[in-house]
Protein backbone atom coordinates (compact mmCIF):
# COMPACT_ATOMS: atom_id res chain seq x y z
CA UNK A 1 0.00 0.00 0.00
CA UNK A 2 0.81 3.59 -0.38
CA UNK A 3 3.28 4.63 2.34
CA UNK A 4 4.19 8.32 4.01
CA UNK A 5 7.84 8.38 5.51
CA UNK A 6 7.70 10.31 8.76
CA UNK A 7 10.57 11.50 9.86
CA UNK A 8 12.50 11.81 12.73
CA UNK A 9 10.71 8.67 14.34
CA UNK A 10 11.43 10.40 17.75
CA UNK A 11 13.06 13.59 19.07
CA UNK A 12 14.25 14.92 22.66
CA UNK A 13 13.23 18.63 23.21
CA UNK A 14 14.17 21.19 25.28
CA UNK A 15 11.86 23.58 26.68
CA UNK A 16 12.17 26.95 24.30
CA UNK A 17 13.57 25.03 21.32
CA UNK A 18 12.10 24.97 17.63
CA UNK A 19 11.16 21.36 16.21
CA UNK A 20 10.84 20.60 12.52
CA UNK A 21 9.69 17.54 11.28
CA UNK A 22 8.39 16.29 7.97
CA UNK A 23 6.86 13.63 6.17
CA UNK A 24 7.95 12.71 2.49
CA UNK A 25 6.13 10.19 -0.24
CA UNK A 26 6.38 8.73 -3.56
CA UNK A 27 3.19 9.57 -4.47
CA UNK A 28 1.06 12.94 -5.15
CA UNK A 29 -1.47 14.10 -2.07
CA UNK A 30 -3.99 16.35 -2.58
CA UNK A 31 -4.30 17.39 1.06
CA UNK A 32 -2.17 16.85 3.74
CA UNK A 33 -3.54 16.95 7.72
CA UNK A 34 -1.40 17.09 10.86
CA UNK A 35 -2.43 15.72 14.05
CA UNK A 36 -1.02 15.67 17.62
CA UNK A 37 -2.21 12.10 19.40
CA UNK A 38 -1.60 11.77 23.99
CA UNK A 39 -1.35 8.23 24.80
CA UNK A 40 -4.80 6.35 25.27
CA UNK A 41 -7.01 9.23 22.90
CA UNK A 42 -7.54 9.80 19.69
CA UNK A 43 -5.65 12.27 17.06
CA UNK A 44 -6.20 15.60 17.41
CA UNK A 45 -6.26 18.10 14.42
CA UNK A 46 -3.62 20.86 14.32
CA UNK A 47 -3.46 22.10 10.38
CA UNK A 48 -5.24 21.45 7.33
CA UNK A 49 -3.47 22.09 4.00
CA UNK A 50 -5.10 21.84 -0.02
CA UNK A 51 -2.89 23.62 -2.00
CA UNK A 52 0.48 23.08 -3.19
CA UNK A 53 2.77 25.80 -1.35
CA UNK A 54 0.69 26.57 1.33
CA UNK A 55 2.00 27.43 4.45
CA UNK A 56 -0.44 27.52 7.38
CA UNK A 57 0.10 28.54 10.92
CA UNK A 58 -1.83 27.76 14.17
CA UNK A 59 -0.35 29.44 17.30
CA UNK A 60 3.34 28.12 17.29
CA UNK A 61 2.55 25.35 14.97
CA UNK A 62 3.64 26.39 10.85
CA UNK A 63 2.81 23.62 8.47
CA UNK A 64 3.96 23.67 4.42
CA UNK A 65 2.07 21.75 1.74
CA UNK A 66 5.22 20.94 -0.78
CA UNK A 67 5.33 22.25 -3.88
CA UNK A 68 5.83 18.49 -5.31
CA UNK A 69 2.82 17.48 -3.10
CA UNK A 70 4.37 14.83 -2.29
CA UNK A 71 5.73 16.20 0.81
CA UNK A 72 4.75 18.39 3.83
CA UNK A 73 6.70 19.61 7.14
CA UNK A 74 5.65 20.77 10.39
CA UNK A 75 7.79 23.43 12.09
CA UNK A 76 6.63 23.85 16.45
CA UNK A 77 8.44 27.51 17.67
CA UNK A 78 9.42 27.49 21.39
CA UNK A 79 7.94 23.91 22.35
CA UNK A 80 6.78 23.73 25.90
CA UNK A 81 6.02 20.60 28.02
CA UNK A 82 2.79 20.30 26.75
CA UNK A 83 4.25 19.76 23.16
CA UNK A 84 5.19 16.37 23.90
CA UNK A 85 3.30 13.77 22.29
CA UNK A 86 3.12 11.79 18.69
CA UNK A 87 2.83 13.82 15.48
CA UNK A 88 1.24 11.91 12.46
CA UNK A 89 0.92 13.38 9.44
CA UNK A 90 -1.76 12.03 7.13
CA UNK A 91 -3.26 13.02 3.50
CA UNK A 92 -5.56 11.77 0.89
CA UNK A 93 -3.92 10.30 -2.09
CA UNK A 94 -4.35 12.24 -5.59
CA UNK A 95 -6.97 10.35 -7.24
CA UNK A 96 -7.54 7.94 -4.49
CA UNK A 97 -10.02 7.19 -2.23
CA UNK A 98 -11.27 10.37 -0.33
CA UNK A 99 -12.38 8.64 2.76
CA UNK A 100 -8.86 7.03 2.81
CA UNK A 101 -6.73 9.53 5.00
CA UNK A 102 -2.72 7.63 4.84
CA UNK A 103 -0.78 8.31 8.06
CA UNK A 104 2.71 7.79 8.33
CA UNK A 105 4.23 6.29 11.65
CA UNK A 106 4.59 9.76 13.90
CA UNK A 107 6.93 11.60 15.37
CA UNK A 108 7.50 11.23 19.03
CA UNK A 109 8.36 14.31 20.79
CA UNK A 110 9.80 14.02 24.43
CA UNK A 111 11.64 15.80 27.35
CA UNK A 112 15.25 16.19 27.45
CA UNK A 113 15.82 14.54 31.15
CA UNK B 1 -19.17 18.15 24.61
CA UNK B 2 -20.10 18.53 20.74
CA UNK B 3 -17.38 15.88 19.75
CA UNK B 4 -16.99 12.44 18.14
CA UNK B 5 -18.08 10.15 21.19
CA UNK B 6 -16.97 6.26 21.26
CA UNK B 7 -17.97 3.81 23.34
CA UNK B 8 -17.01 1.94 25.32
CA UNK B 9 -13.53 2.97 25.57
CA UNK B 10 -12.24 -0.40 26.71
CA UNK B 11 -13.35 -3.46 26.04
CA UNK B 12 -11.58 -6.75 26.92
CA UNK B 13 -13.23 -9.90 25.84
CA UNK B 14 -11.82 -13.25 25.39
CA UNK B 15 -10.91 -14.85 21.59
CA UNK B 16 -14.32 -15.94 19.79
CA UNK B 17 -16.78 -13.53 21.80
CA UNK B 18 -18.48 -11.23 19.59
CA UNK B 19 -18.07 -7.28 20.33
CA UNK B 20 -19.49 -3.79 19.55
CA UNK B 21 -18.48 -0.65 19.12
CA UNK B 22 -20.58 2.59 18.68
CA UNK B 23 -19.84 5.56 17.26
CA UNK B 24 -21.84 9.35 17.49
CA UNK B 25 -20.16 11.88 14.96
CA UNK B 26 -20.06 15.53 15.34
CA UNK B 27 -23.93 15.85 14.60
CA UNK B 28 -23.99 18.40 11.53
CA UNK B 29 -21.02 16.24 9.82
CA UNK B 30 -22.04 13.47 6.69
CA UNK B 31 -19.12 11.07 6.60
CA UNK B 32 -17.98 8.68 9.15
CA UNK B 33 -14.95 6.81 9.56
CA UNK B 34 -13.48 3.94 10.91
CA UNK B 35 -10.01 3.23 11.50
CA UNK B 36 -7.58 1.06 13.58
CA UNK B 37 -4.39 1.59 15.44
CA UNK B 38 -1.74 -0.84 17.09
CA UNK B 39 0.88 0.14 18.70
CA UNK B 40 3.53 2.08 17.53
CA UNK B 41 1.75 2.81 13.93
CA UNK B 42 -0.71 5.50 12.83
CA UNK B 43 -4.41 4.76 12.11
CA UNK B 44 -5.18 2.70 9.16
CA UNK B 45 -8.42 2.60 7.35
CA UNK B 46 -11.36 0.28 7.79
CA UNK B 47 -14.32 1.75 6.40
CA UNK B 48 -16.56 5.76 5.54
CA UNK B 49 -20.08 6.13 5.22
CA UNK B 50 -21.32 9.44 3.39
CA UNK B 51 -25.07 9.73 5.20
CA UNK B 52 -26.52 6.21 5.64
CA UNK B 53 -24.26 4.52 2.40
CA UNK B 54 -21.03 2.90 3.26
CA UNK B 55 -18.71 4.17 0.16
CA UNK B 56 -15.75 2.35 1.01
CA UNK B 57 -14.13 -1.06 2.50
CA UNK B 58 -10.41 -1.42 3.36
CA UNK B 59 -9.29 -5.07 2.76
CA UNK B 60 -8.08 -4.79 6.31
CA UNK B 61 -12.30 -5.43 7.21
CA UNK B 62 -12.09 -8.92 7.00
CA UNK B 63 -15.80 -10.44 6.41
CA UNK B 64 -15.34 -10.77 10.39
CA UNK B 65 -16.42 -6.85 10.49
CA UNK B 66 -19.37 -5.49 9.66
CA UNK B 67 -19.84 -1.34 10.29
CA UNK B 68 -23.50 -0.27 10.18
CA UNK B 69 -24.94 3.71 9.81
CA UNK B 70 -28.36 2.63 9.38
CA UNK B 71 -30.11 6.40 9.94
CA UNK B 72 -26.86 8.42 9.27
CA UNK B 73 -26.23 9.38 12.40
CA UNK B 74 -24.78 7.06 15.08
CA UNK B 75 -22.26 3.94 13.50
CA UNK B 76 -21.28 0.62 15.14
CA UNK B 77 -18.53 -1.73 14.24
CA UNK B 78 -19.46 -5.28 15.40
CA UNK B 79 -16.44 -8.01 15.19
CA UNK B 80 -17.44 -11.66 15.19
CA UNK B 81 -15.60 -14.96 16.64
CA UNK B 82 -12.87 -12.06 17.90
CA UNK B 83 -8.96 -13.40 17.50
CA UNK B 84 -6.03 -11.74 19.45
CA UNK B 85 -4.90 -10.05 16.49
CA UNK B 86 -7.91 -8.00 16.46
CA UNK B 87 -6.63 -6.10 19.56
CA UNK B 88 -6.25 -2.95 18.99
CA UNK B 89 -7.63 0.71 19.46
CA UNK B 90 -10.80 1.55 17.01
CA UNK B 91 -10.80 5.07 15.84
CA UNK B 92 -13.78 6.20 14.26
CA UNK B 93 -13.87 9.92 12.86
CA UNK B 94 -15.95 12.18 11.03
CA UNK B 95 -16.31 15.51 8.59
CA UNK B 96 -18.16 17.29 6.70
CA UNK B 97 -17.63 16.34 3.04
CA UNK B 98 -13.96 15.59 1.68
CA UNK B 99 -11.24 16.35 3.87
CA UNK B 100 -10.75 17.58 7.91
CA UNK B 101 -11.08 14.41 10.17
CA UNK B 102 -12.28 14.75 13.68
CA UNK B 103 -11.06 11.40 15.69
CA UNK B 104 -12.94 10.59 18.97
CA UNK B 105 -10.79 9.07 21.63
CA UNK B 106 -11.13 5.93 20.50
CA UNK B 107 -12.29 2.39 21.66
CA UNK B 108 -9.38 -0.03 23.24
CA UNK B 109 -9.81 -4.15 22.64
CA UNK B 110 -8.47 -6.42 24.13
CA UNK B 111 -8.84 -9.98 23.02
CA UNK B 112 -7.58 -13.19 25.23
Known amino acids: GQQLNQSPQSMFIQEGEDVSMNCTSSSIFNTWLWYKQDPGEGPVLLIALYKAGELTSNGRLTAQFGITRKDSFLNISASIPSDVGIYFC?????????????FGKGTKLSVKP | DTGVSQNPRHKITKRGQNVTFRCDPISEHNRLYWYRQTLGQGPEFLTY??????LEKSRLLSDRFSAERPKGSFSTLEIQRTEQGDSAMYLC???WGVGELFFGEGSRLTVL
Open chain 2, 93 to 95: ASS
Open chain 2, 49 to 54: FQNEAQ
Open chain 1, 90 to 102: AGLLYGGSQGNLI
